[in-house]
């Protein structure tokens, strides 16, 4: 199994529990080890720059995002 995104690579980002807080576009900073089956990453919001930790279940990637042509993005 490999991490389905790359650093650098542009993501949306469900919202948790604060969903207007957290949800938007971030660009994944790091690859984080499997847990429970699914690979995280450490991700930070290219507007406010905050960080957080999210899982592959948690993301999709952003339209135009580096290293993510236009027609793979449109396939998720």
Do not use: C
């Not at 080890?33 to 991700?43: A, D, K, L, M, T």
């Amino acid at each position: 199994m490999v991490h389905k995104y790359s650093v650098g690579q542009l993501v949306h980002a469900a919202g948790t529990h604060f969903a207007e807080r957290t949800s938007g576009i971030y660009e994944v900073i790091r690859l984080m080890p499997e847990s429970n089956g699914e690979f995280s990453y450490r991700i930070k919001n290219t507007a406010s720059g905050t960080e957080r930790a999210a899982g592959e279940s948690q993301i999709r990637p952003a339209d135009g995002g580096p290293g993510v042509p236009a027609s793979a993005a449109a396939d998720h």
